[in-house]
């Protein structure tokens, strides 16, 4: 079964080392986020496509969800004695990608070959294309101004409330090469419980990729980033609020429902069924809190169980 995955943020890397740890991993494609990407001191920083990377080449630092197991900070301490106050904790070992990969782009090469050259170095089997090459950061409108999404996530820590949330030159945005080839060839589309706000939003705006996912004839599949009416990290819980949506997994399938074939809830939400069905979804619920190497496999499990009852039917 080929599997593409639309993923971005700390809620993607679990399910995906579970996928990876499930199926070949050859037959997974990822579709990364690249609109948390962020200039830093002249350097290309993508931090989604970096967390996917990192977790399926078995070097993610699970405490953090972001940069390299064991890494150091020897780089961002020496700043610091120059008077510096950098804000984006980038590690020694985590510094080398984002230099390979800002020369390379000043080289003219793109951030797909890129990213494809920094996954097989790392060992990574299954593919790993961010959704476009196009340089488009997200930018979240609150009371503070339209800051960079990693200015609102690290260093204002997602207190201000956002009003609106916008993609630089997404309109003139293509997806990537790969893109749109693995979203209508695949069997399965699954929609990680990632933020739908950021993560999935920023992908869903690539011009393009919206339409591929409603004409695919795979099916298409999300796991709720909302448990219990909270998110299990990050400000997806906070965004729903904010924007005007009810705090609860039903509003992120509605969000989604217009591509969706089916939606999975954490099995706390199981009340929530009916809403879900009666948004003309397929629904499960199941355990979807991933602490464990078990646990990841066992929500991944869970999903192919599902996708594999649909494609029966
Ligand atoms: N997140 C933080 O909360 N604090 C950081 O200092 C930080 C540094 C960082 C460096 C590289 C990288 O790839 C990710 C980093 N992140 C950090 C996480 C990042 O903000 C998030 O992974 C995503 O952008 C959220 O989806």
Request: a negative charge.
């Amino acid at each position: 079964m080929k599997i593409t995955a639309l993923a971005g943020g700390v809620g993607a890397w679990k399910l995906l080392l579970g996928l990876a740890g499930v199926m070949p991993p050859e037959d997974i494609t990822v579709i990364a986020n690249s609109g948390d990407d962020i200039e830093l001191y002249g350097l290309r920083i993508c931090p989604d496509i970096d967390t996917v990377t990192y977790t399926l080449g078995g070097v993610i630092n699970e405490e953090t969800g972001w940069g390299l197991k064991g890494d150091t900070f020897e780089c961002l301490a020496a700043l610091a004695r120059y008077g510096e106050a950098p804000w984006f904790n980038r590690g020694d070992r985590d510094l080398a990608t984002h230099m390979l990969r800002t020369t390379q782009l000043r080289a003219g090469r793109s951030l797909t070959e890129i990213t494809d050259q920094i996954r097989r170095a790392l060992g990574v089997q299954a593919t790993i294309v961010p959704m476009t090459d196009k340089y488009t950061p997200t930018r979240v409108v609150s009371d503070e101004g339209a800051r960079h999404f990693q200015e609102y996530f690290v260093r204002r820590r997602c207190e201000p409330r956002v009003r609106e949330i916008r993609f630089e030159n997404i309109e003139s945005a293509e997806p990537a090469e790969g893109v749109l080839r693995a979203i209508l060839k695949s069997d399965c589309v699954v929609v990680c419980p990632s933020n739908p706000f950021i993560s999935i939003g920023a992908i869903l705006a690539v011009p393009g990729i919206r339409d591929a996912l409603r004409e695919t004839r795979a099916k298409v599949i999300a796991v709720s980033p909302i448990v219990s009416g909270r998110a299990l990290k990050g400000p997806a819980a906070d965004m729903l609020r904010d924007l005007g949506h009810d705090v609860s997994a039903r509003a992120v399938a509605s969000m989604y429902r217009d591509f969706l074939d089916g939606f999975i809830l954490d099995q706390t939400d199981a009340a929530l069924e009916p809403e879900v069905a009666a948004l003309d979804l397929r629904v499960l619920s199941t355990p979807t809190l991933m602490n464990s190497l078990e646990d990841k496999q066992r929500t991944a499990h869970s999903v192919l169980g599902f996708v594999t009852e649909f494609l029966e039917s």
